[in-house]
């Protein structure tokens, strides 16, 4: 509760477990094809995510307390690099980045 005695109040999807988040990379890794080698969540101080070589993902843990869709946001975009192994900046991943998220409702 707050101090004048009101409880304090969030959005529900903003009070994402780490579970439920590995969860939801598990299915959008299955989703795009992509073998998961470790899932992490961690502080991070420059990045919402990172992705290795190996097929490692590491996620803020901030990126919990975030609204759904960015979460969404991230998680394909970290996956599409294990997918296609190149940069975000080129046209195929911008590409198949919006389409994901046109096909999930957060485009």
Do not use: N, Y
């Amino acid at each position: 509760m707050s101090q004048d005695g009101s409880a304090a109040w969030a959005p529900l999807e903003q009070l994402v477990p780490a579970d439920l988040f590995k969860a939801e990379v598990r299915a959008w890794a299955e989703r795009l094809g992509v073998e998961l080698g470790e899932l992490q969540l961690r502080p991070m101080k420059r990045a919402w995510a990172s992705c290795s070589t190996r097929g490692r993902v590491t996620f803020d843990t901030e990126l919990l307390a975030q609204p759904a869709q960015f979460r969404r946001e991230v998680i394909v975009h970290e996956l599409l690099h294990l997918k296609l192994r190149t940069s975000h900046r080129t046209r195929l991943f911008k590409v198949l980045l919006k389409a994901h998220l046109a096909e999930a409702g957060s485009a």
